[in-house]
């Protein structure tokens, strides 16, 4: 028995990853993705590609500042993980070092701040020292800087 492989044409192919790119946005490295899965040859995920990037669908730097604040603001990452989960994406020096900015220093710390407070409070252990580890690994895991963490903890737990 013989697999139905699903074929598109350029156009058909083209229209789909538009609205692909259109429903959030996306990098690079994804569409081409999406377009291997799609059985694309190279030829034409290239030429699609170069449709996306000419009409506006598809642009690393709003992709990757798009990912910067949301990574954020809502699952309130560091900028270490926010950096290696953009360049595990292929995304350029430049357009990392762009989508940083959007971060606000302020807030940075506010939010680590308060999230250090929160982790510190549902932590049930006696002993300060398990208790300060299990602190510090949990925001390493989010990608804080360690600098910011042990100071943080200086201050909480002196």
């Known amino acids: 028995m013989q ?27 994804e569409v081409i993705q999406k377009l291997r899965t ?3 040859i190279p030829q034409a995920i290239d030429e699609i ?21 949301g990574k954020f603001n809502i699952k309130k990452w560091g900028r270490n993980r926010i950096v290696n989960e953009l360049k595990f994406r292929g995304i ?3 357009n990392i070092k762009s989508a940083l900015k ?30 300060r580890k299990k602190l510090i690994d949990y925001l390493l895991y989010r990608g804080w800087e360690s600098h910011l963490i042990y100071e943080k903890i200086k201050e909480l737990m002196p």
């Not at 590609?49 to 604040?69: C, D, K, M, P, T």
């Open 38 to 40: 799609m059985n694309m």
């Open 49 to 69: 590609v170069a449709h996306l990037i000419r009409e506006n669908y598809l642009n690393e730097e709003r992709f990757a500042q798009s990912y910067a604040r």
């Open 92 to 94: 350029s020096a430049y």
């Open 102 to 131: 959007e971060i606000d220093n302020d807030t940075y710390l506010s939010t680590l701040d308060s999230l250090c407070k929160s982790k510190l409070a549902s932590i049930n252990d006696t002993n300060c020292y398990k208790k």
């Open 3 to 29: 697999k139905n492989i699903e074929t598109y044409t350029l156009k058909e192919a083209t229209k789909k990853i538009e609205s692909y790119c259109a429903y959030q946005e996306r990098c690079h490295k």
